[in-house]
């Protein structure tokens, strides 16, 4: 049984009228994660992921692989360092330190190399495929992903996990024989990008993107709508066009898509997710070819396409919880449900026990709530205190075990997922916590969640 007087939860606990610093807490995603355990700061730019938390990124990384497979793609890992002469060849690093990028970590080892410690891998992957060329063009189409950590020297860090130092980054690399069917990759990874985005269930807008220091020629952009974030994103009210307004020098200017002179529209957007078509940016200079069936050698054709999966958590904790509780994408929960029990010395303590046991065996027999159970046992706490604190941890649903469970065989149920409290008979209980936790309860949430999210239109 999965007990929360077990689990390893510091919480920071901020004392009444205490003065927090402006820049020590800069977001609500940030104070809430702190505030219930689910992280801990460990220096400028870096965090402890505590168990709770863990569970979360788990499941958001289990997501992303089942997507990921849906076109074909395999994973593998890549170095975390990356030489940088490699990137002194894809000319994304400088040949003295005046060229160095702002952002980017580096080491020196005993022997004087130095190392890149990567926020993307595009000359390490592309290093690979270099290092096995010319491949034939059968091999095609290829594509490759990882899931691993990634650096970035943030002058000023904030936001929590949402702009760090050190954040878990999903990179997708595919390659291709020719333009053609490198255009068709993209379109096929941002159709399954936005089958993911759908059904986490947040609302999100597809935007186009500027390449920058990537490189290539086409470039989309995922974006959480929000108060807090740093890009600025505008939409054509006449076509419905979403781009981001680095891509417009002035508001003024007409649509790309349609030239219309309506007003363009301005909302800022937290970045989850990029796609890049790359062409041959890097594989011409480091070496990756294929040989065509004509004999020849050309260099691959390649795409690139992230997501930021501790920062897609993050974000989506900005934009679902109000300011005292945390609201979750249903399919990222740490659990589905919490039962609390009844308190210390009340009459129902010893009566309630095999009830609880019942309850828990019972649920974990059903399809989608296997191992997504949890047990508040802390019965020191009365049962409003905890009550409070499931609700601030954002447990979709939460069962207490009172005292109308003894006197009249009652559960008391309350479903954040539908903002309903409920009193229901054990089988009543059982049913409705079921049809809650459904793939198609779960896909109606995301859809009412997205009812007014449009997929934009490329430039």
């Known amino acids: 049984m999965q007990r929360i ?10 004392p009444k009228n205490a003065t927090i610093k402006s820049q020590d807490i800069t977001s609500k995603s940030q104070r809430l994660m702190l505030e219930q355990g689910l992280i801990r700061q460990a220096g ?33 890992t890549l170095p975390l360092l990356t030489s940088a002469e490699l990137w002194r060849k894809s000319g994304r690093l400088g040949s003295s330190d005046n060229g160095t990028p702002t952002e980017l970590l580096q080491t020196t080892d005993r022997h004087g190399k130095v190392q890149i410690l990567g926020p993307t891998h595009e000359e390490s992957i592309t290093s690979l495929l270099a290092a096995i060329a010319p491949v034939t063009y059968r091999q095609f189409p290829l594509r490759l992903y990882q899931i691993s950590t990634k650096f970035r020297d943030e002058m000023k860090p904030r936001f929590g996990l949402m702009r760090a130092k050190e954040f878990l980054m999903k990179d997708l690399y595919t390659f291709d024989v020719d333009r053609a069917h490198c255009r068709e990759t993209y379109e096929e990874v941002n159709e ?19 390449s920058g220091t990537m490189g290539g020629s086409v470039s989309h952009e995922y974006h959480f709508p929000s108060e807090l974030g740093e890009d ?59 040989l065509q069936p004509n004999g020849k050698p050309m260099p691959l054709q390649m795409g690139c396409y992230g997501i930021g999966v501790t920062r897609l958590i993050a974000a989506s904790i900005e934009v679902l919880s109000n300011e005292k509780e945390i609201r979750w994408p249903a399919l990222l929960a740490p659990y589905h449900v919490c ?65 109308k469970a003894m006197h009249e065989e009652i559960l008391e149920v309350h479903n954040l997922t539908t903002a309903e409290e409920l009193n229901l008979s054990y089988g009543e209980t059982l049913t409705t916590i079921g049809a809650t936790l459904s793939p198609a309860s779960k896909k109606q949430i995301g859809r009412t969640q997205n009812h007014d999210n449009k997929v934009a239109q490329e430039l």
């Open 232 to 290: 600025q994103l505008i939409q054509c009210t006449r076509c419905g066009m979403h781009s981001n307004a680095e891509l417009f020098p002035t508001l003024a200017q007409r649509c790309k898509s349609c030239n219309g002179s309506e007003t363009l529209e301005q909302q800022p957007g937290i970045e989850v997710a990029h796609a890049f078509i790359l062409e041959d940016r890097y594989t011409k200079t480091l070496g990756a070819t294929c």
């Open 192 to 210: 399954v990008y936005g089958r993911l985005f759908s059904e986490i269930g947040v609302p999100f807008v597809k935007v186009a993107g500027d």
């Open 44 to 76: 400028n730019g870096t965090f402890y992921l505590l168990p709770l938390l863990q569970r979360c990124l788990q499941k958001a990384i289990n997501l992303v692989d089942r997507h990921m497979e849906e076109i074909g793609a395999q994973k593998l």
């Open 5 to 14: 007087s077990k689990l390893f939860q510091p919480a920071l606990i901020t």
């Open 339 to 403: 039962i609390i029990t009844p308190k210390a010395g009340s009459k129902e303590e010893s009566q309630a026990s095999p009830l609880i046991g019942k309850l828990y065996n019972d649920l974990q027999m059903m399809k989608h709530c296997k191992g997504e159970v949890i047990v508040d046992d802390r019965t020191q706490l009365t049962i409003g205190k905890r009550l409070l604190d499931a609700r601030k941890m954002g447990y979709p649903i939460i069962v207490i075990v009172g005292s």
